[in-house]
């Protein structure tokens, strides 16, 4: 249960205002229990026996005789009660390879121990032996096209989606002035949350499963772990522990874990807590989809965007996973925030035998801002116009149509976003300046990207989901927000402890927003998508509403006139709790084709401009970035600190993706498995983060929210590459740039011939 930290005063200042996080205290006081810190009695500890074969068929799984078994439980496939499969978008994955079935990616789960200890636990794994015939891999989105390893459908496509808009693309670019032509490459990235992957089973007398964990979406895991068990799915009960980070890697990974749990709690008639080492974190669960786009841009000479041909190829791993809800996000964005009357998008997910790709904080709108953004850039070079200038011209305003049909008729917050971050950038610095210190020689520049996010699910996703919430009076006449949306560090507690506030009209104090357990709290979708202060919030804010009414209506039929905390006080003591459920409804005026993939992807946009300023160290190729500007349009900042926070943070992730963050593989394994050489940014290499919030009030977001955890991420790495080719002149067209790929680039630049034809292609 969160602590709530009372706020005095008016109650409808809960809203706009940073309070402080009703789980602060517990937090930084080491109350919170994390999953790591759940025992139980008798309970054991989980290890997961991993196949290290990309490919293969199982032929058999052993046990060492000359081992003490004594007190381990082993579990396989055929210890499964229900389905082997680890239920999401597709029934592909299963939760154990079953002998005679194919082991598809080198950390696949095989089999299970469980142990009084985890060093028993490790033990024993380490005599299990694994015999895999082995079969020909597919490690490259290059592999995976050419189809000389079958590992999906006939030609290995997971999934595909198709944009058009416009009569004749090839025409529109064959009469544009110029056509800027490039491929981009974006790298895998770890999520590299604080708490590793971890899950506590349990089986009760009666043969409920209850399961609490490390999780962003416990009703993923309840259907997941329901078909998993075989049970009813009133005897699954799936609890979210306190949870450190997710970014998307709690979003099904958990699923998985907590099916491995699951089996060996059963199996073991022991209650059995399965926590990750952070190498094996690393190794086995899914990342940001790698990328290859090819873009095709047709520009006037007045800088008007006439055309935009687009091919975008994700890797999508193993298994499907989500990797149709990141093509999808990937397709829509690929574009940009542009006018641009001729698109072409073709995208598609591919299978390879590397662990699958899965959801990361902006889930495939990074791997295509990254694209759009060095294009227009790219494109401003060649015509001489200045890239706010260049921006300024093509983007979309109010009125504007998007790529899919979509008429922008309220909250666009690009105009804003630009200007804001232009009037704070000021004049570039010097390109060339040398520490007077060390001498070493530095190259400056300065690289801006300008990009919008849709919030929400895709479409009609939020209508089908049709997410609910719960707020009820209590006994002694507090409230409770009661929601499966999970807090991972991004505040939803506070969040919708203000939003319930506000709308009962009672101080913050009297709201309680317990971590949610889907046997008490409605289903009120994922926590993904930037859905859940825009969507959950804005249901919290209806039923909260209504259960005012309710409360106001029941002092009218009293004849009582109070303020509404006592009101609640007198009206608990009178008729115990009471409740009220609100629905998702889409707003007025959203329509969409899944057919054609047209219409309203997104009923609203966040808008950002994202300015930086790099310095190259000419000797070691190392990238400081100096200055980062960052202005973003969130509707309404209903806590600004959690805002900015959320800003920031996504920020220097992007920074990270573009600059440090990179995962080698051998052989669709993971390599670099540990915090010493899968590195992510540190204090050290953040900037002085400049970061100003726009508001763009969005008319059916609760008093004007709308999404704001992922648009930080998307467009940093492009503003970072354009950066660098305005110090360097050279082109940077993938992330992460490394020091070696720096050196690269920049010795291919000064080979390269450069071309004066009046039409350009440049590649």
């Known amino acids: 249960m969160a602590d709530p930290s009372r706020v005095s005063g008016d109650p409808a200042l809960a809203v706009g205002v940073s309070i402080p996080r009703v789980d602060g205290r517990a937090k930084v006081r080491g109350r919170a229990l994390y999953v790591d810190d759940l025992t139980a009695e008798g309970m054991l500890h989980g290890q997961t026996v991993r196949s290290r074969v990309p490919h293969g068929v199982l032929r058999a799984i052993r046990q060492d005789p000359d081992f003490d078994w004594s007190g381990i439980t082993v579990a396989t496939a055929a210890d499964i009660p229900g389905e082997n499969v680890v239920a999401l978008i597709e029934d592909d994955q299963p939760a154990l390879v079953p002998i005679g079935g194919r082991v598809r990616h080198p950390d696949e789960a095989v089999a299970l121990v469980a142990a009084p200890t985890r060093a028993r636990a490790r033990e024993a794994a380490d ?111 799936i609890a979210q522990s306190v949870t450190g980070g997710g970014f998307g890697g709690k979003e099904e990974y958990p699923s998985m874990i907590g099916a491995h749990a699951a089996v060996l709690a059963r199996a073991s008639g022991a209650p059995v807590k399965l926590v990750y080492d952070r190498d094996e974190d690393i190794g086995a669960t899914t990342k940001r989809h790698p990328a290859r786009v090819h873009h095709r841009l047709g520009v006037m000479k007045d800088g008007t965007i006439v055309a935009q041909d687009v091919d975008v190829v994700l890797d999508g791993g193993a298994y499907v996973t989500l990797s149709p809800v990141v093509l999808s996000r990937a397709v829509l964005h690929a574009t940009g925030p542009y006018r641009c009357p001729n698109v072409r998008i073709v995208g598609r997910a591919v299978a390879t035998n590397v662990s699958p790709h899965g959801a990361f904080r902006g889930f495939g709108a990074p791997q295509t801002t990254f694209p759009y953004e060095r294009q227009i850039d790219k494109a401003a070079r060649q015509l001489g116009i200045e890239p706010f200038e260049m921006r300024r011209r093509n983007m979309l305003e109010l009125g504007d149509e998007t790529a ?74 507090g409230f409770e927000v009661r929601s499966s949306s999970t807090d991972i560090g991004q505040g939803t507690l506070t969040i919708f402890a203000q939003l319930a506030a506000a709308a009962l009209g009672v101080d913050v104090g009297l709201v309680r927003v317990p971590e949610p357990e889907t046997g008490s709290v409605p289903d009120s979708g994922p926590t993904v998508a930037s859905r859940t202060c825009m969507v959950v919030g804005g249901v919290v804010e209806r039923a909260a509403s209504a259960l005012r009414r309710r409360i106001e209506a029941w002092a009218d039929e009293q004849g009582i006139d ?44 966040g808008w950002a401009a994202c300015v930086v300023d790099v310095a190259v160290d000419l000797d070691t190729y190392e990238v400081q970035v100096e200055r980062c500007i960052h202005a973003v349009d969130v509707g309404k900042a209903i806590h600004p600190i959690i805002v900015k926070g959320q800003i920031e943070g996504g920020t220097l992730q992007a920074l990270g993706w573009a600059l440090w963050e ?97 039409r350009e292609v440049i590649s």
Request: hydrophobic share 40%; proline share 8%; net charge negative.
């Open 562 to 605: 109070a303020p509404m905390d006592e009101l609640g006080r007198r009206a608990a003591g009178e008729l115990g709790e009471i409740s009220e459920t609100a629905q998702y409804s889409p707003p007025p005026g959203i329509e969409w084709d899944d057919d054609s993939y047209t219409g309203s992807a997104y009923a609203v946009y």
């Open 662 to 758: 990179h995962v080698a593989y051998e052989r669709g394994s993971v390599v670099n498995r540990r915090m010493t050489d899968c590195i992510v940014p540190t204090f050290a290499d953040a900037p002085e983060l400049e970061t100003i919030i726009v508001e763009e009030p969005y008319p059916h977001g609760p008093h004007g929210a709308k999404g704001v955890g992922e648009i930080p991420m998307d467009g940093p790495a492009a503003a970072v590459a354009n950066a660098l080719e305005d110090a360097l002149g050279a082109p940077f067209d993938a992330v992460p740039a490394l020091p070696e790929h720096i050196a690269r680039a920049l010795a291919q630049a000064e080979r390269a011939p450069v071309s004066k034809n009046e």
């Open 127 to 237: 005599h299990i032996e694994l015999d895999i015939e082995p079969l020909p891999a597919s490690f490259t989105i290059e592999e995976s096209l050419a189809g000389e390893v079958v590992l999906y459908g006939d030609d290995n496509v997971m999934r595909r989606f198709d944009v058009q808009k416009g009569q004749d693309v090839e025409r529109a670019l064959a009469e544009a002035d110029f056509v800027i032509d490039g491929t981009y490459r974006t790298g895998p990235q770890e999520q590299m949350y604080i708490e590793p992957q971890g899950v506590m089973a349990a089986w009760d007398d009666q043969g409920a499963c209850r399961l609490t964990g490390s999780m962003q979406c416990p009703y993923y895991v309840h259907k997941a772990i329901a078909r998993l068990t075989a049970l009813p799915p009133e005897k699954v009960v």
């Open 404 to 477: 899919t049909g979509q008429t922008l008729s309220y909250s666009v917050g690009g105009p804003a976003a630009l200007a804001r971050a232009e009037a704070a950038a000021g004049s570039a610095p010097p390109r060339e300046l040398a520490p007077a210190e060390q001498g070493t020689p530095v190259r400056r520049g300065r690289g801006l990207a300008f990009y919008y996010h849709g919030a929400g699910f895709t479409g009609s996703g939020e209508e089908k989901l049709a997410g609910r919430a719960t707020v009820a009076l209590c006994e002694g006449g």
